[in-house]
């Protein structure tokens, strides 16, 4: 594991945690350095910055939360995974959205902390100029509006982290784009990116596209198939109108979800994938649970980190600037050249 030399601060009131945790970074041939409260962590001398802070939720006095959100109202930037033993999606969400870059539940696994330790210190490793990365990784999203801005923003936070995104939007808002972005920003982005389209695929097909099958598992099935959930192991799968998906093969989606398993059709072999899901709806999934039409369970392990894409008619600022957009791209797909637009 590479390191720019800057310690890794632990601030964990448990001493047995603390302890363990100093122990596996060491291990790791990193430096460390341990704090029993947040409050002893501000008072630390402010010589040497830390290249990642392992940070508890629950202490006394001053929270993990609260002290990050403190961190957050200063100029420094420090790379932030929490630590719980009592998580939960609200706390969860609202430590990512604060700029956490991971959220780890205990007793966690020993890899799954060091590769989060190895993500901060990738990005403090990184030149301050480059942090940004939405300049150059949001490819295909014109515009500069507010409501554009903060929607990228939210892709920026949740973009380094493992959560499972759920993605609002009306149809044509540029959903799948907003996927692809959360893919290309992610530790994943060497890895294959895997849109499904939930409504576009005849609902006796789904699980057989979701899942794969084998040889003769039903009428047709004249040869084995590969799944999509087999297709994007290590990488990204995006499930787009998530809301399509028919009761009878949400279970089987819920289960993939938390145990990162499932069998495909006429298959009695278990498949073991590493896959990080992002999901988009047009519709009202909440209105949808409570009409008993979508999981309430499925719903929650679904919308960890929701993101709302907003129409144009709430950005009518970037209208001018997509149209300029499409008429150079229709100009050079055509060979034609153009000097100047006239906005008026």
């Not at 995974?81 to 999606?89: K, R």
């Not at 409504?199 to 979701?210: G, K, Q, V, W």
């Not at 949808?288 to 008619?313: A, H």
Request: hydrophobic letters at 40%; glycine letters at 6%.
């Amino acid at each position: 594991m590479s390191n720019t030399g800057a310690p890794i601060y632990v601030v964990d009131d448990d001493v047995s945690v603390r302890e363990g945790v100093e122990s596996l970074i060491r291990s790791a041939g990193l430096r460390v350095k341990t704090f029993t409260s947040a409050q002893e962590f501000l008072a630390r001398p402010q010589s040497e910055a830390p290249s990642c802070l392992v940070l508890d939720v629950e202490m006394p006095g001053l929270s993990g939360l609260d002290l990050q959100e403190q961190l957050a109202k200063t100029d420094v930037q420090i790379p932030i995974i929490f630590l719980t033993g009592h998580g939960n999606i609200p706390m969860t969400v609202r430590a990512i959205k604060a700029g956490a870059l991971e959220f780890l539940t205990k007793p966690f696994k020993d890899e799954d902390l060091l590769d989060a330790i190895q993500q901060a210190i990738d990005r403090y490793q990184t030149p301050p100029q480059c942090r940004n990365l939405a300049e150059h990784s949001f490819k295909g999203i014109i515009g500069t509006s507010a409501a554009l801005k903060a929607a990228l923003q939210q892709v920026e936070r949740v973009a380094p982290t493992e959560s499972t995104v759920l993605i609002f939007g009306e149809t044509g808002t540029g959903k799948e784009l907003i996927a692809h972005t959360i893919h290309n920003l992610s530790s994943r982005s060497g890895r294959a990116f895997v849109p499904v389209n939930c409504a576009a695929i005849p609902l006796d097909l789904l699980e057989s596209e979701l899942f794969g099958h084998e040889k003769g598992a039903f009428t047709g099935a004249i040869a084995q198939k590969v799944g999509r959930f087999e297709l994007a192991d290590k990488g990204t799968l995006f499930l787009d109108e998530v809301g399509d998906i028919p009761a009878a093969l949400q279970p089987k989606l819920l289960r993939v979800l938390q145990e990162q398993e499932f069998e495909p059709l006429g298959s009695t072999r278990t498949h073991k994938v590493d896959v990080r899901l992002v999901a988009a709806t047009h519709r009202d999934l909440s209105d949808m649970v409570k009409r008993s039409e979508f999981r309430s369970d499925l719903y929650y392990r679904l919308n960890v980190f929701p993101i709302e894409v907003p129409p144009l008619r709430k950005r009518k600022e970037d209208i001018s600037m997509l149209i300029e957009c499409f008429v150079r791209r229709y100009a050079e797909k055509i060979g034609k050249q153009i000097r100047k637009i006239d906005k008026k």
